[in-house]
């Protein structure tokens, strides 16, 4: 099944989930900041979109306040996943993993080609 990683604050992830729905699309959704992707979900992700950086939302708040512009380059790729599983804060949010689709953001043209 779908899981949808999400914040109820975030309006992207509210039109996100209401995609979703009126397409009769079954998810399971998860609360991202109690409950943030674990590394091997993180590490899925990493494998099917190709860029680390694309994981981190990166005009958060907490992504500022560590300063991860400047760390990030230099970072290691477990070491990142290993942050992100911890901060869910941290990462781009809707967070959308199934067995045929990872989607991270809300792009409704890239939403509308994974769910046909």
């Known amino acids: 099944m779908l899981k949808v990683y999400e914040y109820e604050k975030c309006s992207t992830c509210r039109k996100a989930l209401k995609f979703l729905e009126a397409r009769g699309v079954r998810y399971e959704r998860v609360p991202i900041v109690e409950r943030p992707p674990t590394p091997g979900e993180l590490r899925e992700m990493l494998r099917r979109i190709g860029d680390i950086k694309r994981l981190f939302n990166t005009s958060g708040e907490l992504y ?6 400047e760390k990030l380059p230099t970072m290691k ?3 990142a996943l290993d942050l992100l599983s911890r901060h869910g804060k941290l990462v781009k949010r809707p967070f959308a993993l199934g067995a045929t689709v990872a989607l991270l953001g809300f792009d409704e043209a890239e939403w509308k080609k994974a769910f046909k």
Do not use: F, I, Y
């Open 64 to 69: 500022r306040e560590m300063k991860l512009s």
């Open 77 to 79: 790729a477990e070491e």
